[in-house]
C-alpha cells in the first residue's frame, strides 16, 4: 500500500475521534501514520490518553508526546484504531503480521469500537491468502505445532506452518513467545479454525479477530470508503 493510502486512512479515522477519547493505538506502518496525525493533534490541543498495542508503537508515541497509560491504569477504552492484514465483508479481520496480535485483540477488546485502518488491497472475499499468525508458547512448541496441523486437517485446511523467523532464530513477541504462520490459502469456516485453536494449550492467541472491529476505513485511489460490518444469512 502507497505512504499516501496509508495517511488517508489515517486521517479518516482521526476524523471519527472526539477530544478526550481513551484511545488503543493499534500497530504497523499504517498505525504508525494514524500515531504522526495523532501527535500532530496532540500539540494542537486535542486530548487523549492512549494504550499502544505494542513496544514498537508505545516507542513512536513516546518519541512525539501522545500520552499514554497502561490498560492497568485504564482499562476500559473508547476506541482502538489499528490496521488489519486482510478484512472480509463482516470485517473479520487477520491481523498479526507485525507480531502484535495478542496485545491487539487485548487492547481491541478492551474497547467500545475498534476502527480498522487499511487500504482497499487488504479487502478480500474470504480470509485465508494472508499467512494466519498463531502466537503459542516456546514451551512444547513441537507438540503445538502438531496439535495446530491435526486441527487444519480435521478442517480440511492445508498449507505450510512455518515458525516466524525460522528455527535458528525466531521472531520473539513482546510477549516473549514466537509464531507460527499458517500459510492456509482460504479459510471457509474461521470460527471453527478460531475455536479449535482456543483448545490447543500452547496457543497463546491466533490472529483472527471475528466479530471484533465495527468499523473499517478503507483508502483506496478513488477515496476512502468506510465501511460497516455486513451481517451474513
Ligand atoms: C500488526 C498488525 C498490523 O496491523 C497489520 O500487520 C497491518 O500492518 P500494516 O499497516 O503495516 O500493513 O496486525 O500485528
Redesign the pocket.
Known amino acids: 500500500?502507497s505512504l499516501e493510502l496509508?495517511i488517508r486512512a489515517a486521517q479518516a479515522a482521526f476524523d471519527e475521534l472526539e477530544s478526550g477519547v481513551r484511545l488503543g493505538i493499534?500497530?504497523?506502518?499504517?498505525?504508525d501514520e494514524f500515531i504522526r496525525i495523532l501527535a500532530a493533534a496532540v500539540k494542537d490541543g486535542f486530548e487523549v490518553v492512549g494504550v499502544p498495542t505494542?513496544e514498537r508503537s508505545r516507542a513512536l508515541c513516546e518519541e512525539l508526546g501522545v500520552p499514554l497509560a497502561t490498560l492497568e491504569e485504564m482499562p476500559e477504552l473508547d476506541i482502538t484504531v489499528?490496521?488489519?492484514?486482510e478484512i472480509d465483508p463482516a470485517l473479520n479481520l487477520i491481523?498479526?503480521?507485525?507480531?502484535?496480535?495478542l496485545r491487539?485483540k487485548i487492547v481491541a477488546c478492551a474497547s467500545k469500537t475498534m476502527i480498522v485502518?487499511?487500504d482497499s488491497s487488504?479487502l478480500v472475499e474470504t480470509l485465508g491468502a494472508f499467512p494466519l499468525?498463531i502466537e503459542v508458547n516456546r514451551f512444547g512448541l513441537g507438540a503445538t505445532r502438531v496439535g495446530v496441523r491435526k486441527l487444519a486437517d480435521s478442517l480440511g485446511l492445508t498449507g505450510e506452518i512455518a515458525l516466524r523467523g525460522g528455527e535458528a532464530d525466531p521472531f520473539v513477541t513482546d510477549g516473549g513467545h514466537v509464531i507460527l504462520d499458517a500459510s492456509f490459502g482460504r479459510i471457509p469456516d474461521s470460527k471453527a479454525l478460531a475455536d479449535g485453536l482456543k483448545e490447543i494449550p500452547g496457543v497463546v492467541q491466533h490472529?483472527l479477530f471475528l466479530g471484533i472491529a465495527s468499523l473499517a476505513v478503507v483508502a483506496s485511489r478513488d477515496g476512502v470508503d468506510v465501511i460497516r460490518p455486513q451481517v451474513e444469512g
Open positions: 500500500m496509508k493499534g500497530t504497523g506502518s499504517t498505525a505494542s489499528d490496521g488489519a492484514d491481523k498479526g503480521g507485525g507480531g502484535a496480535l491487539e485502518i487499511a487488504k499468525p490472529g
